[in-house]
T-cell receptor, first 114, second 109 residues
Framework: SAVISQKPSRDICQRGTSLTIQCQVDSQVTMMFWYRQQPGQSLTLIATANQGSEATYESGFVIDKFPISRPNLTFSTLTVSNMSPEDSSIYLC???????????FGDGTRLSIL | QQPVQSPQAVILREGEDAVINCSSSKALYSVHWYRQKHGEAPVFLMILLKGGEQKGHEKISASFNEKKQQSSLYLTASQLSYSGTYFCGTEGNTDKLIFGTGTRLQVFP
């Protein structure tokens, strides 16, 4: 199974600032996914990141707020822009999950906004 | 639309059994099950594909009713290590998983 390294593991940020989360996979993958998990809630898909094309965002998420980069087949970043306390969540990157493939997750980034 | 899981929470004694249900309003290609312990990332348990059923993990098994767009996860002779929140993840005709509302399971000695 894929090994996913995500960083930072946690951060405390001031409102109005931005934070970039990095996700590195130990093998080449076509699609990478970014999820948000608010306290005590389920995982909500933010966007799908394909190498060489614009990310595909889910309803309720926009590129200006969550810009994503996918420069190669093993790496992606998610930026949380102009943060407010409502952005306090765990952000997870993942790979797989299509057809008969398990989905594997990074350890997550625990973000708190003051 | 997010799949709905029931029950929302379950409390068990070691050795007891439990069933967790996952229901979708959309046609499904596959159903995944994951367990998440507090402060950790979700961990894959098993996948059920349309037209098949798989057992994937210890004393945990699952079923998939394509016509009803439902899946059930069966935990038998529960162990303390089974505690956590269980999520189903459903795949329709798109290349992405949509996770269910979650079921919190607590197993006590």
């Amino acid at each position: 199974s894929a090994v996913i390294s995500q960083k930072p593991s946690r951060d405390i940020c001031q409102r109005g600032t931005s934070l970039t989360i990095q996700c590195q996979v130990d093998s080449q993958v076509t699609m990478m996914f970014w999820y948000r998990q608010q306290p005590g809630q389920s995982l909500t898909l933010i966007a799908t990141a394909n190498q060489g094309s614009e990310a595909t965002y889910e309803s309720g998420f926009v590129i200006d707020k969550f810009p994503i980069s996918r420069p190669n087949l093993t790496f992606s970043t998610l930026t949380v822009s102009n943060m407010s306390p409502e952005d306090s969540s765990i952000y997870l990157c993942s790979v797989g999950g299509r057809s008969n493939q398990p989905q594997h997750f990074g350890d997550g980034t625990r973000l708190s906004i003051l | 639309q997010q799949p709905v899981q029931s029950p929302q929470a379950v409390i068990l004694r070691e050795g007891e059994d439990a069933v967790i249900n996952c229901s979708s309003s959309k046609a499904l290609y596959s159903v995944h099950w994951y367990r998440q312990k507090h402060g950790e990332a979700p961990v894959f348990l098993m996948i059920l594909l349309k037209g098949g059923e798989q057992k994937g993990h210890e004393k945990i098994s699952a079923s998939f009713n394509e016509k009803k767009q439902q899946s059930s996860l069966y935990l038998t002779a529960s162990q303390l290590s089974y505690s956590g929140t269980y999520f189903c993840g459903t795949e329709g005709n798109t290349d992405k998983l949509i996770f269910g509302t979650g079921t919190r399971l607590q197993v006590f000695p």
